[in-house]
């Protein structure tokens, strides 16, 4: 399997940043160049003895059969950290590394280990420089070690994300064809049947199990899109958002009887987030306040305030009526495929969560015993007002 993902070159520098790596660590490693890679070899080989002598890795070892291949690339590897300074060639070998070992299906905690030696080998090579070079040289070390670590984690886990998105992907795209042609077909044999019949009736419940299932797919499908997006922050106008998500909802036939009050702090208007996303979020939201809404008495509250004034965030609160949800149900609320509805989907809240997380908010959910459910949204409000705030 081969992993096509580009090198973040502006999240590395920003690792790079936030652990005060910086170029002068880089060249004051550089001034010590020749006695560092004198030991390169010595490197390659004793990390090839040290994994070899693991009964995990040395099933790996014993399939390499390019272990003279292994210890050249190692070595390599090794030299770059000596170029004194952070090149393209530098930030793609090592992002390229952290890929290849999901591509072979390494596990993680063996790269940790690796790090760990590697860290104390280079340390070890440190100590024979002169005691007066020691304390700025293993400082530098240690911070081009945490950030080979950080990049190698996030291109590990931006990895493992995407293989796990591509499986879904897949999934929903092979099973929604199929679906669509039972759908179409059983349709077509409820039509010849005599409408109230029993084989009429069974043929009805097979297509609402049907419609579950395509919408389980779809869910599924914006569900792992949201997961890798990378969201555009920018200032939404939170009213808007409520409103389209609320026009795309016309259709569910609880929004005929429901009476939805939207009471939204006209002292901020905005939020900061990914526009779509928030839509979205907003979305399937609603949609499950208007499912499990008493029928008695329908009703929607939806307001906005200052969460925290300190921290400048607002607070979006969905009120609904209906059965209030019990401890199980307020745990298990936000995990996919979990769901109390007989025709839901269980991806709703657990969307909602991403899209809030991605936009450094949160959400959660509150019982109001005798009387509904509340949904509370937190989100930072837009960067001028924090300012001001």
């Known amino acids: 399997m081969k992993l096509d993902i580009p090198v973040p070159f502006e999240r590395l520098a920003w690792f790079r940043e936030k652990l005060g790596l910086e170029e002068e660590h880089m060249n004051r490693l550089g001034g010590f160049r020749e006695t560092f890679l004198a030991e390169k070899d010595r490197f390659a080989d004793s990390l090839f003895q040290y994994f070899f002598e693991i009964p995990e890795t040395r099933t790996i070892l014993d399939h390499e059969r390019r272990s003279r291949e292994l210890k050249r690339v190692w070595a390599y590897w090794y030299e770059l950290l000596f170029k004194g300074s952070f090149t393209a060639e530098m930030l793609t070998y090592l992002w390229r590394s952290g890929v290849r070992h999901v591509e072979i299906n390494l596990d993680k905690r063996f790269i940790n280990l690796a790090y760990a030696f590697i860290r104390k080998f280079l340390q070890d090579v440190g100590r024979t420089l002169d005691n007066s070079q020691h304390e700025a040289v293993f400082v530098a070390l240690d911070r081009l070690i945490d950030f080979c670590l950080l990049t190698e984690t996030h291109a590990y886990v931006t990895a493992i994300s995407q293989c796990d998105i591509e499986v879904v992907k897949g999934l929903s795209h092979q099973v929604r064809n199929p679906l669509t042609?039972?759908?179409?077909?059983?349709?077509?044999?409820?039509?010849?049947?005599?409408?109230?019949?029993?084989?009429?009736?069974?043929?009805?419940?097979?297509?609402?199990?049907?419609?579950?299932?395509?919408?389980?797919?779809?869910?599924?499908?914006?569900?792992?899109?949201?997961?890798?997006?990378?969201?555009?922050?920018?200032?939404?106008?939170l009213e808007t958002a409520i409103l389209l998500a609320l026009k795309k909802l016309q259709g569910m036939e609880e929004m005929k009887t429901a009476r939805i009050q939207v009471k939204l702090d006209p002292a901020f208007p905005h939020v900061q987030g990914d526009s779509t996303a928030l839509e979205t979020m907003f979305y399937y939201l609603l949609q499950n306040s208007l499912e499990a809404l008493d029928p008695m008495n329908p009703v929607i509250i939806i307001s906005s305030g200052v969460a925290d004034t300190e921290e400048a965030y607002t607070q979006v609160e969905i009120f609904n009526t209906g059965k209030s949800p019990?401890?199980?149900?307020?745990?298990?609320?936000?995990?996919?495929?979990?769901?109390?509805?007989?025709?839901?989907?269980?991806?709703g809240l657990a969307i909602a969560q991403i899209v809030a997380r991605k936009s450094l908010g949160d959400v959660m959910l509150e019982s109001v015993p005798g009387e509904g459910t509340r949904c509370i949204v937190r989100l930072p409000i837009r960067h001028s007002l924090r300012e001001e705030l």
């Open 326 to 347: 019990d401890s199980e149900e307020l745990l298990n609320a936000f995990v996919p495929f979990y769901s109390t509805k007989p025709h839901g989907t269980g991806f």
């Open 181 to 237: 042609i039972i759908g179409g077909n059983i349709l077509r044999l409820q039509r010849k049947m005599k409408p109230g019949s029993p084989v009429s009736r069974t043929y009805e419940t097979i297509l609402m199990e049907n419609r579950r299932l395509e919408n389980m797919v779809r869910d599924a499908g914006v569900y792992s899109e949201l997961f890798q997006l990378e969201p555009i922050l920018s200032d939404v106008r």
